[in-house]
C-alpha cells in the first residue's frame, strides 16, 4: 500500500488466474461476474453468485433501459440519503417490498404454542427507558389508556424470569417518537423484566392504524404503485432471555389487518382488546385520570437457542440450500 496520498490505492487482488473472454455480448457479462464472485467462503459465494444471477436475469426479463436504471440508482442514492441514525428508510424499503416479512418467516419458523415473530420494522431504538413493573411507556396525552399485561413462558409453560422485555408503539397522532422535530428523548416505549413468576406488566395507549412515512422515496414509490401506505395498529414486543422473540400484537378488527403495507400480521398475532369500566380498577393500576381503559393479555412464549435452531435448520434443508456448499 502507497504511502503517497496524492495517489490512487488498489486493493491487494490482482486478476483471477485465468484470463476472463472479453465481454462481447451479454451472456458473457453475467458469466465474467459469476466468475469474478469466487471467494472462498462459501456462504459469500453463494449470496453473491446468486444475486448477481438474479439482478442479471430481472435486467433481461424486464428489458431495463438506461433511464430506467438510472433512476433506480437515483431512488436508492435518495434512500440512503433519508436514513438518520433514528430513520432507517432501507428498512421500510425492505419491508414495503415483503422481505423484511420473508427473511423473518425463514429465520422464525413457527414452532408448536411458541409465539410466533414479526417484523421489527424502522422504529426501534436503543434508548427505551427502564421501567418499573406497571408503570407506563407513554407520557400522558399520548392516547387512550390500556393496559398490557401476561408472562414469559418456554414452550412447557415454564415461567422465565428476568427476560427483558423491549416495547414500544406509535401514538394516537400516528407518529412514532422518532418522528417528532426536536425528539429529546424516548416516549411511548419502554424496557422492563419480567418477575419471579414470568408476568410483565405496563401501562401504554390503544395502537391506532397509521401511516407509514410518505415523506421519503419509499412513500413516493407506493404513490406511483397506487398502493396504501397504512399498517394496522400494532404494539411492538422485543423479548429477550431465551432465543431473542421480535413481534407485535394487531389489534382485532382493525380493516388494515389483512392489508398490512409491510406484511407483518400473523393470525396469532391478533389480539382482542378488553373494555375495563372501573374507575377503581383503573386508578389501581395507576392511570391518572381513571377509567375506562383497553386491557391486552397475552402471554410471550419463547425458544431455546437450540429449539431455534433446529427449527431455522429444517427451513434450510427445505430451501436445499445446503446443497450449494
Known amino acids: 500500500m502507497s504511502d503517497d496520498p496524492t495517489k490512487a490505492v488498489p486493493n491487494p487482488y490482482g486478476p483471477p488466474a485465468e484470463p476472463l473472454p472479453l465481454p462481447d455480448s451479454d451472456e458473457i457479462i453475467t458469466q465474467n461476474a459469476i466468475k469474478l464472485a469466487n471467494t472462498p467462503n462459501p456462504r459469500h459465494k453463494l449470496i453473491f453468485q446468486n444475486l448477481i444471477r438474479h439482478l442479471h436475469e430481472f435486467v433481461k426479463e424486464t428489458d431495463i433501459t438506461t433511464e430506467e436504471w438510472m433512476a433506480a440508482i437515483q431512488f436508492l442514492t435518495a434512500t440512503g440519503q433519508k436514513c438518520t441514525p433514528i430513520r432507517q428508510e432501507f428498512i421500510l424499503l425492505s419491508d414495503v417490498f415483503g422481505v423484511s416479512a420473508l427473511v423473518d418467516a425463514f429465520n422464525n419458523p413457527s414452532v408448536g404454542n411458541a409465539t410466533e415473530s414479526s417484523v421489527l420494522g424502522p422504529f426501534f431504538t436503543e434508548d427505551a427507558a427502564d421501567i418499573a413493573m406497571g408503570e407506563s ?10 393496559y398490557v399485561q401476561g408472562r414469559v413462558l418456554d414452550i412447557q409453560g415454564r415461567p422465565i424470569a ?5 416495547t414500544w408503539e406509535a401514538d ?31 401501562r401504554a395507549v390503544v395502537p391506532m392504524s397509521y401511516p407509514i412515512p410518505g415523506d421519503g422515496p419509499v412513500g413516493a414509490m407506493l404513490e406511483m404503485l397506487q398502493r396504501h401506505n397504512i399498517r394496522p395498529g400494532h404494539l411492538h414486543l422485543m423479548a429477550k432471555g431465551y432465543h431473542t422473540l421480535v413481534t407485535a400484537l394487531y389489534m382485532e378488527g ?3 389487518l389483512t392489508s398490512d403495507t409491510v406484511f407483518g400480521v400473523k ?20 392511570f391518572p385520570k381513571g377509567g375506562p381503559f383497553k386491557l391486552l393479555e397475552k402471554d410471550l412464549v419463547l425458544l431455546t437457542e437450540h429449539e431455534a435452531a433446529v427449527a431455522r435448520e429444517k427451513v434450510t434443508q427445505a430451501n436445499l440450500i445446503t446443497k450449494n456448499f
Open 254 to 256: 382493525d380493516e388494515y
Open 172 to 202: 394516537a397522532n400516528g407518529y412514532y417518537d422518532t418522528q417528532y422535530p426536536g425528539r429529546e428523548g424516548p416516549d411511548c416505549r419502554g424496557r422492563l423484566k419480567s418477575d419471579a413468576d414470568g408476568k410483565y406488566q405496563y
Open 267 to 286: 393470525k396469532s398475532l391478533v389480539v382482542k382488546l378488553k373494555t375495563i369500566e372501573s374507575e377503581d380498577e383503573a386508578k389501581k393500576r395507576g
Open 162 to 166: 428476568g427476560a427483558i422485555i423491549e
Open 137 to 146: 411507556i407513554a407520557s400522558e396525552g399520548k392516547g387512550d389508556y390500556m
